[in-house]
């Protein structure tokens, strides 16, 4: 187990367990989060006893309020603050893992909380979760790959709607739009959530790699590129398939 300040990222057997620890502050990302965040990515993807990673937020209240507004309202200005953002590339590095990672979140899921449930492959919620985008009243957009992998996952019209009316989603609406694969009671969550781990990280790891690459980069080709991707991808695995 690794300390960090903002994390908490614990290994057990084949599964990362990776908890967003501010629960004071609703586990809003700041900066720290981001570099902390940034490291456990990096160890995800390099240590290969890691086969399945589940994210989720410490405390009863919720999995991530968004970006941490103390900071952003104290940064010498957005545009600087949103440029480091970007030079390390959590969000960059997130969408590249090619291990399956499983989002288990409750409560408030708002802003850059969406945006990490996003950058998962598996999303459960319990049962009393909220989801929202609060960035236009703000002043600013999503910046965390959301204005993307939202409109992915559930269409560019009701993204648009989500985005730009600031309604809160609760959980039937979420898993009627296909923003969560599954709701479950709060204290269910986390077991279901292993439990969904266990049964992939008993299979092949490079078998579940491979599926996953398939399936998430063959959703930005064509059909005809997917086919090939996939071709290949099968065929290294078997190569006489
Ligand atoms: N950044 C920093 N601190 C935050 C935070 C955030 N995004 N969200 C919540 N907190 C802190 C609160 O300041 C409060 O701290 P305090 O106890 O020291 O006063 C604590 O978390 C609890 O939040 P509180 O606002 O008292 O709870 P609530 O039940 O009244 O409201 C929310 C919950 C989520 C509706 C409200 O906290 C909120 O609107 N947060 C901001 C959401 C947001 O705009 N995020 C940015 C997205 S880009």
Not at 62 to 74: K, Q, S, V, Y
Not at 108 to 134: K, N
Not at 168 to 173: G, N, R, T, Y
Not at 207 to 213: F, G, M, N, R
Request: net charge positive; with cysteine; aromatic share 6%.
């Amino acid at each position: 187990m690794t300390e960090f300040e903002t994390i908490i990222y614990q290994k057990q057997n084949s599964i990362a367990h990776v908890t967003l620890n501010r629960p004071h502050a609703l586990n809003a990302y700041n900066l720290r989060m981001r570099d902390e965040l940034y490291q456990v990515l990096g160890a995800i993807r390099d240590d290969s006893e890691v086969r399945v990673a589940i994210f989720r937020g410490a405390g009863e209240r919720a999995f991530c309020a968004g970006a941490d507004l103390t900071e952003f309202l104290t940064a010498p200005s957005p545009i600087i603050a949103r440029q480091a953002r970007w030079e390390r590339d959590v969000w960059g590095l997130f969408l590249s893992l090619t291990k399956p990672l499983i989002a288990a979140v409750h409560g408030y899921v708002l802003g850059s909380g969406i945006e990490i449930a996003l950058c998962c492959d598996i999303r459960l919620a319990s049962e009393e979760v909220q989801f929202g985008l609060p960035e236009p009243g703000l002043g600013i957009i999503p910046a965390a790959g959301g204005s993307q992998t939202l409109s992915r996952v559930i269409g560019g019209a009701k993204a648009l709607e989500i985005l730009l009316s600031g309604r809160w989603i609760k959980a039937e609406e979420a898993h009627r739009l296909k923003l969560v694969n599954r709701v479950v009671p709060r204290k269910e969550l986390l077991a279901q959530a292993e439990r969904l781990a266990r049964k992939i990280a008993g299979f092949d790891p490079v078998v579940v790699s491979y599926a996953k690459q398939a399936i998430v980069r063959g959703l930005d080709l064509s059909l005809k590129q997917g086919l090939e991707l996939e071709a290949r991808l099968a065929h290294s695995i078997i190569p006489l398939h």
